[in-house]
């Protein structure tokens, strides 16, 4: 009968929608507050290229980036290069600083266990000084819109 289905269909709609809200996982969470979320998390990587291998270094590098930038999570990238008119510039500890932000570590996690991550880390990560290190966000004064 049509009050049976009826019947069937409200259980059905309230269970999911119940199970949906006390069972959130990382993928699945549900902003009860939505102006108090948890800041994004940056990775920052530093590395020491020789003067010959500048060129196909940063062409490595901007290979991963694009690829990162097709991963969910992601938010966003900087490469920073050591400017050479700065007077400290000689002794150096690394030439590139690398700064990526995700948001949340697990989504930065998961992107390095996708297949295609290893083959264009390799490349970069001859050149790079210690293992990565994760940051949270304390102050960001980037402007946002509205």
């Not at 050479?84 to 948001?103: F, K, L, M, V």
Request: hydrophobic share 30%; charged share 25%; net charge negative.
């Amino acid at each position: 009968s049509i009050e049976g289905f009826n019947r069937l269909t409200a259980f059905a709609t309230g269970a999911a929608g119940g199970y949906a809200f006390t069972n959130p996982d990382v993928d699945n969470v549900y902003d009860l507050f939505p102006l108090h979320k948890p800041p994004p998390y940056a990775f920052l990587n530093t590395y020491k290229v020789k003067e010959e291998d500048a060129r196909s270094f940063e062409q490595s590098w901007k290979e991963l980036a694009k690829w990162n930038q097709r991963q969910e999570g992601y938010l966003f990238t900087k490469f920073l290069k050591a400017d050479p008119r700065d007077s400290g510039y000689g002794n150096r500890e690394y030439d590139y600083i690398h700064i990526e932000q995700w948001t949340t570590g697990d989504a930065q996690r998961r992107a390095t266990l996708r297949t295609g991550y290893s083959e264009r880390a390799e490349e970069v990560s001859g050149k790079q000084l210690a293992t990565p290190m994760m940051f949270s966000i304390v102050v960001d004064d980037t402007p946002t819109k509205v």
